[in-house]
Every structure is written in C-alpha cells, then in structure tokens.
C-alpha cells in the first residue's frame, strides 16, 4: 500500500471501530452486488422505437429499403397503407372502417398494412398497435422529391407531421423520381445517417425533417446540406384532358420536377448534389399579420 493508501486506511479507522468498519464494507457489497440479482433482461437498455410509414404503400421498395438501413439503430415497425396514397397531405379517416393486413415483405421483415391515409396510419399506429410510444417516426422512402410548396401536399410529409403531433421526433423522406431502382440503397444510408443525429440529439417540440434525395451522382453525393423551404411551386404541374366514351370530359395530372431556386433552398441542394434537410414545424399562425389586422378592429 503506498503513503496516500496508508494515511485512508489511517482516517477510516479512527473513524469507525474495526467491527464497524467490517460492516459497513458487508453492507457496500450487498449493495453494490444487487444489480447481479436483476434479471439480465431489465439490465439491458430500452431498445430505440422506430416507427416506420410511408404513402407509397406497404409493399413499396422505399419502405423496404430503409427498414433494412434504421435496423442498425433501433427497433423498427412496419405501419403503412395498405396501398398508394400518394398526394394525400394530412388527410385523415373519419367515417370509413380501417382493414388490418399482417404481412412479411419480401426481404423477410413483418409490416402492417392499414387501409387509411399516411397520417391516420401513423396515428393509429401509435395509439392502438404499438405498445409503447416510439422514439422516431420515419416516413418514405417516397418515389419523386417533396420539396417547397409540394410538402403541403405530400402525404410523406403528413405521415411524420402526425408523428410530430404526438410529440415524436420524424423524418419524411423522399427520393428524386428519375432515382434508379438502385438508388433506394444510397438513399436509406443517408436517412441512416440522419436518424442517428435525430438519436443522438433530438428534435424541437412541434418540428420534423423533410429529407431529400437526388439521384445518386456517379461520384457519390455530395454531402448533407441544412436548407430553407423554397417558397414556390417544386415542379411544373399541368392537366392533360381526355373524353370518356360516355362524352364526359377526363382531366389527368401531369408533374415534372423540373424547378429552380436560390442557394440554400431544398430545391437548390438536390439540384447540385446535395441530400437536403429542412427542418419544418408544425403550425401556420402568423404573428406579425395578427399585430396588423387587430388594428381593424380596434
């Protein structure tokens, strides 16, 4: 024992009678030791709840793509539409009944097909399937960028607004529709990337993610960017018109994501490269406007 061990050893026996001491040392290790008598399974830390949905469908390779990449985080569950709803914003059911189908994709994982919109899935999700409320919801992949405007529209982004809602971390996220089937891949390992800072740091109360992916360039993306949501339309929409045989008139919707905007939008980071993330936050109540139209009613 060396001159600092001795001079405690010293301290301890004054201050407590060797009897005392033997005992309090008994106690310590009893004590100390008790966690040996916890079963295994509670010593291990509560696994990170993933909740996983999207609006192209329980069977879209998106979902399925990313699944696999958030297993090396967490605890992910399948809870998606049972089929495409694509454009649905944050619509929700009311009066229709909601049909459950277990499934197993094909890459082996279980998911939950739900006949509602992306938000009610995430809802019901949340307060009738999962036994506890999960850490994050992740919405997508989707198939075609939801940026600027477009994001009031998606039902991508409806899905991790619900989440949100609840008072969840989430993630929307898309995919350039020109990707290639490949690129579904690339895109979960950035989303991966994304979580895993989402894990380690969490998000504002009321504020989600809305990711976006470009095509994967030949020499790789070119890096993570934090953008502002343009303030325009993502892309040119227009209404190809047909006639029924019965005379009617038949209006299609035609969309290409063909838009520009300045530096430092979502539109602009996809457009050079960049896997682009835009923090959004839920509630439209504008401040300033309610100062100027009280003074009408003073």
């Not at 916890?38 to 990313?66: F, K, M, T, W």
Request: charged share 20%; aromatic share 8%; proline share 6%.
């Amino acid at each position: 024992m060396d001159a600092h061990g001795c001079r405690v050893a010293a301290q301890w026996s004054r201050l407590y009678p060797t009897g005392m001491l033997r005992r309090l040392l008994l106690l310590v290790s009893l004590f100390g030791g008790a966690w040996l008598l916890v079963p295994l399974e509670a010593q291990q830390p509560a696994p990170y709840r993933i909740l996983l949905s999207n609006d192209d469908g329980v069977r879209a390779p998106g979902l399925a793509a990313v699944a696999e990449a958030l297993q090396a985080l967490g605890e992910v569950t399948i809870v998606a539409p049972s089929e495409g709803q694509s454009g649905k914003g944050h619509a929700i059911v009311t009066v229709e009944p909601i049909f459950r189908d277990d499934l197993v994709l094909p890459n082996g994982l279980s998911a939950i097909g739900l006949s509602a919109t992306p938000a009610t899935t995430v809802n019901v999700a949340i307060r009738n399937i999962l036994p506890a409320r999960p850490d994050l919801v992740v919405s997508g992949i989707n198939r075609g960028y939801n940026l600027a405007f477009s994001a009031y529209l998606s039902g991508t982004v409806g899905a991790a607004r619900e989440g949100a809602m609840h008072g969840v971390p989430a993630i929307a996220a898309s995919l350039a529709e020109r990707g290639a089937p490949g690129d579904y891949a690339a895109a979960a390992q950035e989303i991966l990337v994304i979580a895993r800072r989402v894990k380690a740091s969490g998000l504002d109360p009321l504020t989600f993610l809305n990711v976006n992916v470009p095509a994967r360039p030949e020499a790789g993306y070119r890096g993570i960017r934090v953008t502002s949501q343009a303030m325009l339309r993502g892309g040119t929409e227009s209404f190809a018109e047909t006639k029924h045989p019965s005379g009617r008139s038949i209006y299609w919707n035609q969309y290409q994501e063909n838009a520009d905007a300045p530096e430092g939008t979502d539109i602009w980071a996809v457009n050079n490269g960049y896997v682009s993330v835009t923090p959004m936050t839920i509630g439209e109540f504008d401040e300033r406007g309610q100062r100027r139209i009280a003074d009408w009613f003073r």
